[in-house]
């Protein structure tokens, strides 16, 4: 069993940065992709970001790639995004999500998930 803790979301102004974290309970941390979704409201919960179990590959959908970096602390056991150049259009609810094993995009294969936390850009 896997437990997920988001933290770093705020309010910041278009243009901005910040930097989520996703602290992990469990054993086998390395063991698993990391990602981050989001969600706004009214909206499906979609895919941001991966990094994969191993070598560490990394995945962005397209509207981050260039500003959003994810990257890994296995000794920390934590996830972090980097969010930078943030647009009003990426205000959403910021998830965590762990897959042991495999490196999906899609958020129904993922099998543990954090509470989300809130950002908010104002422009």
């Known amino acids: 069993q896997v437990q997920l803790v988001e933290s770093g979301g705020g309010l910041v102004q278009a243009g901005g940065s910040l930097r989520l974290s996703c602290a992990a309970s469990?054993?086998?941390?390395?063991?698993?992709?990391m990602a981050w979704f989001r969600q706004a409201p009214g909206k499906e919960r979609e895919f941001v970001a991966s990094?994969?179990?191993?070598?560490?590959?990394?995945l962005y959908v397209d509207s981050v790639k260039g500003r959003f970096t994810i990257s890994r602390d296995n000794a920390k056991n934590t996830v972090y995004l980097q969010m930078n150049s943030l647009k009003p259009e990426d205000a959403a609810v910021y998830y965590c999500?762990?897959?042991?094993?495999?490196?999906?995009?899609?958020?129904?294969?993922?099998?543990?998930w954090g509470q989300g936390t809130q950002v908010t850009v104002s422009s």
């Open positions: 999500a762990g897959k042991l094993l495999s490196i999906p995009t899609e958020a129904r294969l993922y099998d543990y």
């Open positions: 469990g054993r086998s941390f390395s063991a698993y992709t």
């Open positions: 990094i994969s179990w191993g070598v560490g590959s990394t």
